[in-house]
């Protein structure tokens, strides 16, 4: 029976409420994060939900940190079933303003994370014929004003994706990647940008966001349960997506409008 998760990020927001679902179906969950108290909390709110399961700090730039996680779960679970790559970190800036090292730091651990999550969890999941679940985002497909190193990083996890379901079909290895859109999360805390401005207008974003992260988990859910490849959460999301693939220069030119729009802000600011 197919019951064991490994989700990271899984401290909060996003990974936290997909526990929290599957925990409800009585699934033995992995949970990972470098918050570690945040990781406790979610464990007694999966055991409160009637789910089971352990916790493991781990940093998703540390590939050995990966192969340990992939260890424990096979010690504590015999294998595992279903990997969520959902650890993430968020960033603002026009291209101008960000340096070499935000862009490091976003791709380490928004794309990089996500690729060595699958690198490590490999093994186990061919052995029973699993499925992996990659969080991305809008921004991988909508590719927003002032945060080129977050579209690119997030931009890069679809390609994974794509790529990998065609490259694992063979070994009957599921894939699946999520698109949400902003949602009311705690993501800002780590928020890097160079200005408080813009960390301000994410924050505005995230506050409006009529979607909750537990109705995204609940999305998620019902749609890995179609088999449906690319998930997108938010209507607006598929709406700017249906948009983009029949008009894209359409959507170019409203991203400049927003863009000179948040020049004109941060001035005033």
């Not at 493991?56 to 996680?69: F, G, K, P």
């Not at 999520?178 to 924050?203: E, H, I, W, Y």
């Not at 019902?222 to 959460?233: H, N, Q, R, Y």
């Amino acid at each position: 029976m197919q019951n064991r998760m490994m989700i990271t990020g899984a401290g909060s927001g996003l990974g936290r409420e997909i526990a929290l679902r599957w925990a409800r179906e009585g699934w033995r969950l992995a949970l990972a994060d470098v918050n570690e108290a945040g990781l406790a909390e979610t464990l007694q709110l999966v055991r409160a939900a009637g789910g089971e399961g352990f916790t493991q700090r781990c940093d998703v730039r540390d590939y050995s940190q990966l192969t340990a996680l992939a260890q424990a779960c096979e010690e504590k679970f015999g294998g595992i079933d279903v990997i969520v790559n959902n650890a993430g970190v968020a960033s603002g800036g026009f291209f101008s303003e960000l340096s070499l090292e935000d862009w490091d730091w976003q791709i380490a651990i928004n794309l990089m994370g996500v690729v060595k999550g699958c690198k490590a969890f490999l093994p186990l999941l061919e052995r029973s014929k699993g499925k992996i679940v990659n969080i991305a985002s809008m921004a991988a497909l909508m590719q927003g004003p002032a945060m080129s190193n977050y579209n690119v990083a997030k931009a890069g996890v679809v390609a994974l994706s794509e790529s990998l379901l065609v490259d694992l079909h063979a070994q009957e290895i599921g894939v699946h990647v999520v698109c949400p859109s902003f949602f009311q999360t705690n993501l800002l805390d780590s928020f890097r940008g160079p200005t408080p401005a813009m960390k301000a207008q994410v924050g505005k974003l995230l506050e409006t966001s009529p979607i909750s992260a537990a109705d995204i988990a609940d999305y998620i859910y019902d749609e890995i349960a179609k088999g449906e490849f690319m998930i997108l959460p938010h209507e607006q999301g598929r709406m700017a997506w249906a948009l983009k693939q029949k008009n894209p220069q359409l959507l170019y030119d409203e991203m400049i409008g927003m863009a000179e729009r948040m020049r004109a802000k941060a001035k005033q600011g």
